[in-house]
């Protein structure tokens, strides 16, 4: 099985500055998370954008969305920033005879401490079993568009 893996950016791939206290959306960081988990099955990345999802437009979603759908594989996986990977997984719901997972993180991969690890083996184990539609996979939980709400104060993705 290949995996097509497009990344966008989000907070899965920031890089923070401390003494700024700002960031900036860094190279992807799932290459060496996929490496260093020795997984078995066959992926390709592309890096689609760079940029927080907050930033992310509709021009940009059609572009996500043309990438996605003349993607030969059947099995996609989405690396999305948090606020606003639920607009884009909904923007992607009506291509067809595809299983299209969004995943992101609420803490950089690159930090100690990431949820990005433990989503990404999720929503890897989603593309492979799940059929064909638009998911997104965060904290453990499958939704699917209109389903879910990001919980700021609680940093979770939540049924409505």
Known sequence: MNIKIF???????K????????????EPQIAEILRDANVSFDF??????RKDSLEITD??????????????SQHILIIHGTDTMLQTADSLSSIPDKTIILVGA???????????????????A?????PAGVYVAMNG???????????SSEGRFEYL
């Open 7 to 13: 990344t966008t950016g989000g907070t899965f791939d």
């Open 15 to 26: 890089v923070y500055f401390d003494a700024k206290s700002d960031y900036t959306i860094g």
């Open 44 to 49: 390709d990345i592309e890096s689609i954008l």
């Open 59 to 72: 021009k940009d979603r059609e572009l996500i969305y043309e990438k996605v759908s003349s993607e030969p």
């Open 106 to 124: 609420m803490q950089p991969a690159r930090f100690r401490v990431t949820d990005a690890i433990f989503n990404t083996g999720f929503a890897i």
């Open 126 to 130: 989603a593309a492979q079993f799940r």
């Open 141 to 151: 939980m499958l939704f699917t568009p209109g389903q879910a709400v990001k919980n």
